[in-house]
């Protein structure tokens, strides 16, 4: 008698049909996780190659007048002008050395210009963050040149992400933000934003003794491709293992099965 008369194991037959089933969707899902990977990897080296390109282009000259938050993203900028300590703000949860703590965005009146650019100055502790704690940091008095690299607004996307709350005349302003959300931070300056805001890059004076103090300009250029080669590899593997598993496990009850059967 062979062995699929005898009951053997078949995997689209009887009470395995159902196993066979879970076997195949897993390992598609998998191999669907494996591509998802490769394709976050395919965009990740765009954005580094988009990210070298725009970086290494002669640095634009920022006057006030009209950015383009698509073609100017990302661009190297030096802008002069006159910081407006008193519309400062913080932005939340940032990090320094793995240490927490904010980093200091403060409004630059452009020279000859109506308008301002929100600058970046770096990162302070989080035990310095509040207004009356940072005011003992030194501050930019007068004409000052600033370069960096302009990023665009960060607004709110998705229900999960942390949200700002509304302002209103109980609630004229914020002084922590969770993001650059340029189109809300001009709710409460008076002037108007450019659209973009500028990363600042080193100390207004690069010495030694500014880069000790704070705040400290910390720019996130990240050309890393991240784990996402490894993880597609991982996610491919265990499709691999888990489809070839199944089947020596098959072949194996039905070599049993007809062992017994002889």
């Known amino acids: 008698m062979s062995p699929s008369s005898s009951g053997g194991a078949s995997p689209l037959r009887g009470r395995w049909l159902p196993v066979t089933i879970g076997v195949i969707l897993l390992t598609l899902l998998f191999l669907a996780l ?32 009209a950015l383009n938050p698509e073609a100017d993203n990302l661009r190297r900028a030096v802008v002069r002008g006159v910081f407006d300590h008193t519309e400062e703000m913080v932005l939340r949860n940032r ?31 989080y035990e310095m963050s509040s207004p009356e704690q940072r005011a003992v940091f030194p501050r930019p008095e007068g004409q000052a040149e600033v370069r960096g690299i302009l990023r665009r607004a960060q607004p709110r996307i998705g229900s999960f992400s942390p949200a700002d709350p509304p302002l209103g005349p109980e609630r004229p302003r914020l002084d922590a933000w969770h993001r650059v959300d340029l189109s809300r931070i001009q709710e409460q300056i008076p002037y108007p934003l450019l659209p ?25 250029v990240k050309l890393s491709e991240g784990s996402h080669l490894f993880y597609a590899i991982q996610w491919f593997s265990f499709a691999g293992i888990l489809s070839a598993g199944y089947s020596l496990l098959l072949r194996s009850i039905q070599a049993g099965a007809g062992r017994h059967m002889i």
């Open 34 to 65: 494996g591509f998802w990977q490769l394709n976050r990897l395919a965009q990740r080296r765009a954005a580094n190659a988009l990210l070298l390109a725009r970086i290494n282009l002669p640095p634009l000259s920022i006057d006030g007048s």
């Open 95 to 125: 990090t320094y050395n793995e240490l927490p703590g904010v980093h200091v965005l403060t409004p630059l009146r452009i020279a000859g210009s109506e308008a301002a650019i929100l600058v970046d100055r770096g990162w302070i502790p």
């Open 196 to 220: 973009l805001y500028l990363e600042q890059e080193e100390p207004l004076a690069p010495t030694a003794e500014a880069a000790a103090r704070f705040p400290r300009p910390a720019p996130e």
